[in-house]
């Protein structure tokens, strides 16, 4: 598909995501319809996720376990994740999300300093132009 979104946290460079519709199409369609919209970040580990957002999708080839750099929708609370490495509850070699995710895409500029200040701050996504 490449799309390209460019996701806007205060005091960092945007973090670039490239949409893959390989595994999720269906997310991936209200993903872009819902564009732009803003929501706060949390971390857990090394996963950056937002609160709600305005996707509202099933699990679709959810997967219990994601690749370093991956992005997701996860359905049970409705929110994006960005995997920068292990959550707390991964097991040695492997990124385990809370529960499955619908992988939507990659994180195409990985910069792990984003964690330290992600937590508590609004975040935008566009599509880029």
């Not at 670039?16 to 949390?42: C, G, H, R, V, Y």
């Not at 991956?70 to 040695?92: E, M, N, R």
Request: overall charge negative.
């Amino acid at each position: 598909m490449g799309h390209v979104i460019d996701v806007s946290i205060p005091n960092h460079a945007p973090v670039s995501i490239e949409l893959s519709d390989n595994q999720s199409p269906e997310t991936i369609k209200k993903f872009i319809d819902a564009l732009p919209f803003s929501l706060l970040l949390n971390v857990w580990g090394e996963e950056i996720y937002t609160n709600e957002s305005p996707i509202d999708e099933v699990e679709e080839n959810a997967k219990s376990f994601v690749q370093v750099n991956d992005v997701a929708y996860w359905p049970t609370g409705k929110a994006i994740c960005l995997f920068f490495g292990p959550t707390p509850i991964s097991q040695t070699n492997k990124i385990e999300p809370a529960s499955p995710v619908n992988v939507i895409g990659k994180i195409i500029n990985p910069d792990k300093s984003v964690i330290k200040i992600a937590n508590g701050k609004n975040a935008t996504f566009r599509l880029r132009s």
